[in-house]
């Protein structure tokens, strides 16, 4: 009998997880307790251990802890090349989390100013970048962060789209599914003081092509729903729009009428049941409009 499965917010002890950017290694900390192991975690951090412990003191009992628990904890990794990480280049994960990044604070910048919101756009750029080839089949980046003013202006999803990612979900964060965890500065100004959170979220991006197949396989579910609720009989009579083109092998498995200008041209039964029903689908198809769901559908 295999292990417990454990969940804690998005996050299952089955899921491999890597984690960017930590703090003070509050989060990690907490998923691991959650899972009551963290040997399919490694969670990672910019700084040194020696400029860890000194921006977050607060760390060492976390580290200490996620060690223990079997997590891989890894210092001086960068989310520019981490793709390039000689202990990561070749992973792939499930789920890769970046909780409020932030490109660091300069004294006489405000949040508002340009030029910080010009870096802040850079480090995500280049995380996106670098986090999209280390998922594995199915993988998702988690980034939370704040989506009022003036973080809203970062524009997520425009980055994540420049790495061939699109947005499945956005979901409240809600601190307090994750005891334990204290959102840090960071930056090297009162990097250990927290910061307010106010509206956050946690967007969910996964790759392009993956999303597109499975945006097709929930077209064709719902398709199939749709025909078995017309009760048809054996003998099927359907129409197919003009500007669907299916191949020649695929398009033998049914019979097929031609919709355009003349009248609707059916097969044997010529009654006007079958001329709605030969109706409907026309419809169907043409709402969702997606050549790959009727290929799976003729499949």
């Not at 004294?107 to 280390?134: D, K, P, Q, T, V």
């Amino acid at each position: 009998m295999g292990e417990k499965q454990r969940w804690i917010g998005h996050y299952s002890s089955s899921h491999k997880i890597l984690l960017v950017g930590e703090g003070d290694f509050s989060f990690s900390a907490c998923l691991a307790r959650a899972f009551r192991s963290a040997t399919k975690m490694v969670a990672t951090t910019i700084e040194s251990e020696d400029t860890l412990l000194k921006e977050h003191w607060s760390s060492e009992a976390h580290v200490d802890e996620l060690q223990r628990r079997g997590c891989l904890v890894l210092h001086e990794v960068d989310v520019y090349d981490m793709d390039q990480h000689p202990t990561l280049m070749f992973v792939k994960f499930d789920i890769i989390v970046f909780n409020f990044p932030h490109a660091g604070h300069d004294y006489w910048l405000c949040e508002r100013n340009n030029e910080l919101i010009r870096r802040h756009r850079g480090l995500l750029e280049a995380f996106f970048r670098s986090a999209s080839g280390m998922l594995g089949e199915g993988g998702e980046i988690h980034v939370s962060h704040r989506d009022d003013y003036p973080y809203d202006k970062w524009k997520l999803k425009e980055l994540a789209k420049k790495a061939g990612l699109v947005l499945k979900e956005k979901v409240w964060f809600e601190k307090s599914d994750y005891p334990g965890y204290h959102q840090k500065r960071g930056g090297g100004i009162e990097s250990n003081k927290t910061f307010p959170l106010k509206e956050c979220y946690t967007f969910k991006f996964s790759l392009k092509h993956e999303t597109s197949v499975l945006d097709s396989e929930e077209a064709t579910s719902k398709l199939q729903r749709k025909l078995e609720e017309l009760h048809l009989p054996q003998h099927k009579t359907l129409i197919r729009p003009n500007h669907i083109h299916v191949p020649e092998s695929e398009g033998t498995k049914f019979t097929f009428g031609s919709f355009g200008a003349a009248d609707f041209v059916s097969g044997p039964e010529t009654d006007k049941s079958s001329h709605i029903v030969s109706f409907l689908f026309y419809q169907i198809f043409a709402y969702w409009h997606t050549v790959t769901a009727y290929i799976y559908f003729l499949h």
